[in-house]
């Protein structure tokens, strides 16, 4: 299960989020993936972060909220608070929720692999069909993830980030696939070298999200670790949303 999670160091109800999560994570190994974008006021903002938390917005929205969770591209909820009723105790996403979400079948194989040399990240993934898929919406996204990060504590009280992005390749909107059929097995690598030195401040944001204090990976990067790096990969279909498989 893909859970696309949208916080920020600097946002309360986050911390309790990440508790939460955790629990799952420690309850279902191997059964998920996570891509953390930071955004809100976070100092490893992004524009693709604040990109995919648009994404799944509705056309002509100003503004989100956060903490916020999608997963496989078409549950999308706040996980504090997921099934609050009116006058009744709040509720959260559980383990419940993870396990209908696990039961859904996947029609095909990710295979994805992954080495490091200094600043440059080189990614093999394989896709293999067991189904057709004769839309031509369906898209492959790559994120490159740092699996903890310490150096953007802010005011929640976490002191530490999971799989938090760091870059998606080839940029936000990912690679088209076109159109695929049952026994198709299509593969690929991406090569991306992290530019400059490591720069804390390059993404802070100073009086909301404005793009110049964007992380500007033209110049700077928040790797904390490069040996703490890894990879999901995700198929999606770019016009309902759904994610039909990710590793």
């Known amino acids: 299960v893909l859970h696309e999670v949208f916080s920020a160091s600097n946002c309360g109800p986050c911390f309790e989020t990440e508790e939460r ?23 490893y903002i992004t524009q693709e972060a604040i990109a995919r938390r648009y994404y799944y917005l509705p056309e002509g929205a100003g503004s989100y909220s956060i903490p916020w969770v999608v997963t ?18 709040a509720d959260h996403y559980n383990e419940a929720d993870f396990e209908s979400f696990a039961s859904v079948p996947a029609n095909m194989i990710l295979d ?49 980030f999971h799989h938090v992005m760091k870059k998606m390749l080839p940029n936000k909107l990912g690679s088209r696939l076109g159109e695929v059929r049952a026994g198709d097995v299509i593969s690929d690598t991406y090569v991306y070298t992290f530019q400059g030195d490591y720069d804390p401040d390059t993404g802070l944001p100073r009086g909301g999200d404005n793009p110049k204090h ?18 999901v990969v995700w198929v999606q279909d770019s016009v309902t949303k759904a994610v039909h498989q990710s590793e």
């Open 21 to 43: 999560l955790s629990v799952l994570w420690e309850e279902f190994p191997d059964q998920f993936t996570v891509v953390d974008y930071q955004v809100g006021s976070d100092r």
């Open 72 to 89: 496989d591209g078409t549950n999308s909820f706040h996980p504090n608070l997921w099934h609050t009723e009116a006058g009744e105790e």
């Open 112 to 160: 994805v692999s992954h080495t490091v040399d200094g600043q440059t990240v080189t990614i093999d993934w394989m896709l293999t069909a067991g189904v057709d898929y004769p839309s031509d919406n369906l898209v492959i996204h790559v994120a490159v993830n740092e699996k903890v990060t310490t150096q953007n504590v802010g005011t929640n009280g976490l002191t530490e």
């Open 214 to 231: 964007y992380v500007d990976h033209r110049t700077a990067h928040t790797v904390e670790e490069f040996d703490d790096l890894e990879v």
